[in-house]
């Protein structure tokens, strides 16, 4: 049974920076499309970042380009979020997924979800 575990997030002021990590178990990330999504109060989950392991594909949404980024470590079996440049509207808690295929990642048909890691930025 595949498992993952997320750390990482926090308390931070706008502006600052955090790295979420999501360890698989029971499994290789390379195998899956994975993802992190993020839910805010009263609000839909929401995709942030997913990629394609088998071509590098990469999708951000719009309101965090150029200020996250996603990456892999295949030694720790562990796919990270970098979160820089912190704004008040990124409080959430974020959500590590791996679907079985890139496809599936976009209907959110997610074969395994993270429990989750609170990020709270103060503004």
């Known amino acids: 049974q595949v498992q993952l575990v997320e750390s990482g997030g926090g308390l931070v002021q706008a502006g600052g920076s955090l790295r979420l990590s999501c360890v698989v178990f029971?499994?290789?990330?390379?195998?899956?499309?994975m993802g992190w999504f993020r839910q805010a109060p009263g609000k839909e989950r929401e995709l942030v970042v997913a990629r394609n392991w088998s071509n590098g594909y990469t999708h951000y949404a719009e309101f965090v380009k150029g200020r996250f980024a996603i990456s892999g470590t295949s030694a720790k079996n562990t796919v990270y979020l970098q979160m820089s440049g912190l704004k008040a509207e990124d409080t959430a808690v974020y959500y590590c997924?791996?679907?079985?295929?890139?496809?599936?990642?976009?209907?959110?048909?997610?074969?395994?979800w993270g429990q989750g890691t609170q990020v709270t930025v103060s503004s």
């Open positions: 029971g499994g290789t990330f390379s195998m899956y499309a």
């Open positions: 997924a791996a679907s079985e295929t890139w496809g599936d990642m976009w209907t959110m048909k997610i074969a395994y």
